[in-house]
């Protein structure tokens, strides 16, 4: 079965703060796709990044990094610096590679960022 | 690059109307989602179509219908709308390639009320 788990349901911090977003997930499959998304307050949903699991190298994008580990089964999500414009429902999403047609998406975490 | 096109934005039944949700897409994608997002639950897919002319259950079809129209557009209708089925719904879009985009676009949401 597949499985995401995306604990901190809301998190507030003041602008300039780091904040990390956890996300822990359960599979059979050794090989699959990890998603991050957002979705800000108007509604859409937002692509973020894609990890395939034979690459468990972190990657960085500006303020924003992530530190995949496969040994802990967490995909965790990194904000540097944060800005109000942050500000968002932030989805870990799961699925697999070859039956790919099906994404197991977290409940979501808030994310507040305060001036 | 209108990408995933949902109709309508807002919509406010009562208990018992029908109504159809539409969904088109220009990227060419092949498989095609539906899914409805809850307070707290994240998103949860409803039904998804892989290929043109295949529909398959998600984790929670009870209650709706879908049509793959064509290979751009994906319906859901829901027969007699019960209070338990307002929520947001969003549809998606993602190619089969398992080598090229596997990460799937969504719509901009449609909120549904059912009094």
């Known amino acids: 079965a597949q499985k995401v788990t995306q604990a901190q349901t809301e998190i507030s911090v003041v602008e300039k703060e780091d904040v990390t977003l956890d996300c822990v997930y359960e599979?059979?499959?050794?090989?699959?796709?990890l998603f991050w998304y957002k979705q800000p307050p108007s509604g859409e949903l937002v692509f973020l990044i894609r990890?395939?699991?034979?690459?468990?190298q972190n990657e960085i994008s500006g303020r924003y990094s992530w530190n995949f580990q496969k040994s802990t089964s967490s995909f965790n999500f990194t904000i540097t610096a944060s800005q109000v414009v942050d500000s968002a429902v932030y989805f870990c999403?799961?699925?697999?590679?070859?039956?790919?047609?099906?994404?197991?998406f977290g409940s979501g975490t808030k994310l507040n960022v305060k001036p | 690059n209108a990408g995933v096109t949902q109709t309508p934005k807002f919509q406010v039944l009562k208990t018992g109307q029908s109504m159809t949700l539409q969904c088109a897409q220009d990227?060419?994608?092949?498989?095609m989602y539906w899914y409805r997002q809850d307070p707290g639950m994240g998103l949860r897919l409803i039904y998804y179509?892989?290929?043109?002319?295949?529909?398959d259950k998600g984790e929670v079809p009870n209650g709706y219908n879908v049509s793959r129209l064509n290979k751009r557009e994906f319906s859901l209708r829901l027969e007699s709308a019960a209070p338990s089925q307002t929520s947001v719904y969003f549809c998606?879009?993602?190619?089969?390639?398992?080598?090229?985009?596997?990460?799937?676009?969504f719509g901009q949401g449609t909120r549904l009320t059912v009094v």
């Open positions: 179509s892989a290929s043109e002319g295949t529909t």
């Open positions: 990227m060419n994608h092949n498989s």
């Open positions: 998606a879009s993602k190619s089969k390639r398992t080598n090229v985009n596997t990460e799937a676009f």
């Open positions: 599979t059979r499959d050794t090989t699959y796709y």
């Open positions: 999403a799961l699925s697999k590679v070859y039956n790919f047609n099906k994404f197991y």
């Open positions: 990890r395939n699991s034979f690459d468990e």
